[in-house]
Every structure is written in C-alpha cells, then in structure tokens.
C-alpha cells in the first residue's frame, strides 16, 4: 500500500484544501525525480541541470546560436541569471559567445563541438532516466497524469 503526502510528511491533521496536497504532492514528486539526475550530471560531467538544460536547448536551436535572453524563454526551470550559466559553460568551451553582425549590442551563444560531444555522451542516460523513474507506472496511469499535467499548466491561477 502506498504512503499518503500527508504520511509521507508525518502530517497529523488533514490538509486545510486538496490544492495544497495536490500541490505539495507534485513538489515532493518533482524534488524526487530531479534530485538522482542532478546527482548524475554533477558526478559524470561536473554540469547543473540548468547548465545541461541550456546545452540541451543550444543543441536544438538553430545555427547561429541564440541570445541569452532567448535561452531563458526555453529554460523549464526558469533562471535569473543566465548570462552567468553561459559564463561557466564558455570557460569549459561547451558553448561560445559571437556578436551579431547586424547589430553589435546583440551576443549570440551558440554551443560548441566539445559541447555537443559531452550531449552526444550523456544521451543513452537521458533515454534511459524516464524508464528507470517511472517504469512502474502503467502506460494508461502515464497518460493520465500527462493529461493531468497539461490541464494544470493550461489553466494554472497566478499568485500572488
């Protein structure tokens, strides 16, 4: 039998609205998830996840790189300061920084060969992360919750 939120966080009294458990249990749910692959990127690669996740994004964009402005729109988890996740990422030479020839302001980051070797190495782990984590769930429950998911994000209340 599987632990409640409120076991799983020794709560003795019921919680006060099903949104905060459902929204507890989606945090609790999210630390679990991401924590064994923060540990995995910082022991294989010596990267965050917010710096894999901006490789990740340079790796799809297109050629010619993208601003750092850009790279926080796409950013899952977002970052305030990106301009320093690139700056970590430059002095590694996984990603490089050019000036747009049509307007010097602009800076375009773009990712490196080096960059896209390291991608290229932690893929298979990638591809295998989400079976490991959720392989116990069935197909139809995954659905669901993906389902699920999606309805919270489309019609998700702001706050405060």
Known sequence: MSESVATRLK?????????????????MAA???????????KNTADLSTSQY????????????GLTCGEIGERTIARDPD??????????R??????RNQADRRVVQVEITQK???????LDPHVQRMPRALLGHV???????LSKLLTEVLDGMGTFP
């Open 11 to 27: 709560q003795k009294t019921p919680f006060p609205t099903p949104e905060e458990e459902a929204l507890l249990g989606l945090r």
């Open 31 to 41: 630390a679990q998830i991401t924590a064994p692959w923060a540990t995995f990127l």
């Open 53 to 64: 996740n901006v490789l990740r994004i340079l790796r799809g964009s297109q050629q010619g």
């Open 82 to 91: 990106i301009t320093r996740l690139v700056d970590r990422l430059s002095k």
């Open 93 to 98: 030479v996984l990603v490089k920084r050019t």
């Open 115 to 121: 960059g896209l070797d390291l991608l290229r190495e």
């Open 138 to 144: 069935s197909q139809t429950r995954l659905q669901l």
